[in-house]
């Protein structure tokens, strides 16, 4: 079926629709350095949100998912866009459109928009910045707005973080909004500087492996880890110059570590620090082309997941440590913010299939369920699209 089709049948008195695309991330390593000041390694890949729009001649605005058909069309007015829980999904891009009118940019009409995402949902691919990028580019090229990305990007997390009211960094909506095809980005998430890094694999894929765990404990344990850091880097003030653990080296760290008074704290605050060095490693080794480096990396990261950070849980670690001793797999890791989501591996195309069935057969017997699979391509960030798509 094809989503135009789609729009015009829920919206049949609306004009010639056009339609929009903002992909989801994985981050091949760097994780939980966003909120610590350091790097992150995401990219942006071919899975993610479709948004098809017209303009209104009223200042109403029609929300209708494809994903949440039982929904129904969601009804909000450009006056009216307080977060409102009973419009459940539709927040995300009312809270895009209302931060956008509050930067000083004017909307004179309504829109009527039909979403669609086929990012998998609950997987830690970012499926909600995906929604707020796609709805930033649909306002600004239906309502000729003119938006700098970085600007764009600052609202989708500004939106995430005071809207939605989830604490999260800035990595999700900046890989979404300036994703680059066959290229990952370096990005320092205390000062935005960012780099972007040819990822050409040409004889492995990008192997996503989902749990499909529910991730309950997902939003508790990141808040929790988050004060952690924060008190583990207060402890580190009191004789340090430093405004984020992201500046330390690792031997800054241990010469250091024993200003931090909890144990437990030390181990986080020491995985933020190695991390964000492993991150800046792996830049170096892609650019290389050192793709077997990368991988060792990648394992390394998922190690001090489990070990340092205690967010992987039996799941992620069942996929993880039974791709690292499978032929072809140059490296395997938790991606996201743990406690179910996904796992990655970078995996040899002739081994592919092999690696799935082998990773399914244990995780089965395992943990009881399935994991799904999914090949991604490293694609680019939000745009309009002006060929039509198939869904």
Excluded at 109 to 122: C, E, K, S
Excluded at 144 to 159: A, E, S, Y
Excluded at 322 to 329: I, K, N, P, S, Y
Aim: glycine letters at 8%; proline letters at 2%.
């Amino acid at each position: 079926m094809n989503l135009v089709t789609d729009f015009k049948r829920i919206f049949p008195a609306s004009s010639q629709p056009r339609m929009f695309f903002a992909p989801g991330r994985i981050n091949l390593i760097g994780e939980h350095t966003d909120y610590n000041g350091g790097h992150v390694f995401p990219a942006a890949i071919s899975f993610g949100t479709y948004a098809v729009a017209s303009k209104r001649s009223d200042q109403k605005l029609r929300f209708y998912s494809m994903n949440f058909p039982d929904a129904g069309v969601i009804e909000s007015d450009i006056h009216a866009l307080d977060y409102n829980e009973a419009d459940s999904w539709a927040n995300y891009p009312k809270g895009m459109i209302r931060a956008i009118i509050e930067k000083g940019h004017q909307l004179e009409t309504g829109a009527d928009i039909l979403f669609y995402g086929n990012i998998p949902n609950g997987a830690g691919l970012s499926s909600s910045a995906s929604i707020e990028m796609v709805t930033g580019v649909l306002v600004e090229e239906l309502f000729d707005v003119t938006l700098d990305r970085i600007d764009m990007v600052k609202l989708g997390q500004h939106v995430e973080n005071n809207y939605i009211g989830v604490n999260s960094g800035i990595m999700d909506q900046f890989a979404i909004g300036m994703g680059k095809q066959d290229h990952a980005i370096l990005l320092n998430c205390q000062t935005l500087e960012y780099h972007y890094a040819p990822l050409v694999l040409e004889n492995h894929s990008i192997l996503i492996i989902n749990t499909n765990k529910q991730r309950t404990l997902a939003g508790s344990k990141y808040n929790e880890r988050r004060s952690q850091c924060e008190t583990a880097l207060a402890d580190l003030q009191e004789e340090l110059g430093i405004i984020s653990l992201g500046e330390l080296s690792k031997e800054a760290f241990e010469q250091n570590k024993h200003l931090i008074k909890d144990p437990i704290h030390a181990k986080r605050a020491k995985h933020a620090v190695y991390e964000n060095a492993r991150t800046l490693e792996a830049k170096a080794k892609l650019e290389e082309n050192d793709i077997q480096a990368f991988g060792k990396l990648m394992n390394a990261s998922h190690l001090s997941l489990k070990e340092d950070y205690a967010v992987t849980g039996e799941e992620l670690d069942t996929i993880v440590e039974t791709a690292w001793e499978l032929d072809g797999v140059v490296g395997a890791r938790m991606t996201g913010a743990g406690f179910g989501g996904c796992a990655i591996a970078i995996v040899e195309n002739a081994r592919l299939d092999t690696v799935k069935e082998q990773i399914q057969s244990t995780y089965k017997q395992k943990i009881g369920y399935e994991a799904t699979f999914y090949t991604a391509n490293i694609g680019d960030g939000a745009k309009e699209i002006t060929e039509g798509v198939m869904r």
